[in-house]
T-cell receptor, first 114, second 113 residues
């Protein structure tokens, strides 16, 4: 199993550009999540999904959109990129049972907006 | 609103020493308290977790101590090794909230040889 894969690994965007961060998991997990990680700030939840067709906002959803058309894929869309979106983005997935607190993380995408 | 506060932000320990990272929470509805370990350039990975009805859990050199009345929990790394150098995150989850983890700010641990 590849686990959780993310593409691209690195990206530089200009202010106002848009892009999609891709996330795929092959563990048949129901739950998927997008986090951003800023230095000294921990991981902040952007959006999450409890199954195909179901998504919900996390703590910091402004400026982002998601969709979940399949169990495996959970892309994150950035519209009109801003410097405040410079961050490292992690996708994660988890089972419902037995250990719902165990999330499996991808390797991350480092995004710079200039 | 930061529901899980973590300290210290950074920690330097000599090889063989004990590393201690502390966390405090506010929400008494949290069901599980996991710790995640993150190496540079990698995503976080689950290290160990505890339920609030247990005061201590040990896995190898890693121990979680839990104080429910004080709403605090801590990670102890015994006999710290240079390979333990990483960022550690405490977290908390309320199962009925849809598996949403709330993370602390992280502690960057450096173990000197």
């Amino acid at each position: 199993n590849a686990g959780v894969t993310q593409t691209p690994k690195f990206r530089i965007l200009k202010i106002g550009q848009s892009m999609t961060l891709q996330c795929t998991q092959d563990m048949n997990h129901n739950y998927m999540y997008w986090y951003r990680q800023d230095p000294g700030m921990g991981l902040k939840l952007i959006y999450y999904s409890v199954g195909a067709g179901i998504t919900d906002k996390g703590e910091v959803p402004n400026g982002y959109n998601v969709s979940r058309s399949t169990t495996e894929d959970f892309p994150l869309r950035l519209e009109l990129a801003a410097p405040s979106q410079t961050s490292v983005y992690f996708c994660a997935s988890s089972y419902v049972e037995p250990a719902v607190y165990e999330q499996y993380f991808g390797p991350g995408t480092r995004l710079t907006v200039t | 609103q930061q529901q899980v506060k973590q300290s210290p932000q950074s920690l330097i320990v000599q090889k063989g020493g004990i590393s201690i990272i502390n966390c405090a929470y506010e929400n008494t509805a949290f069901d599980y308290f996991p710790w995640y370990q993150q190496f540079p350039g990698k995503g976080p990975a689950l290290l160990i977790a505890i339920r609030p009805d247990v005061s201590e859990k040990k896995e190898g050199r890693f121990t979680i101590s839990f104080n429910k009345s004080a709403k605090q929990f801590s990670l102890h790394i015994m006999d710290s090794q240079p390979g333990d150098s990483a960022t550690y995150f405490c977290a908390a989850i309320e199962e009925t909230s849809g598996s949403r983890l709330t993370f602390g700010e992280g502690t960057q641990l450096t173990v000197n040889p």
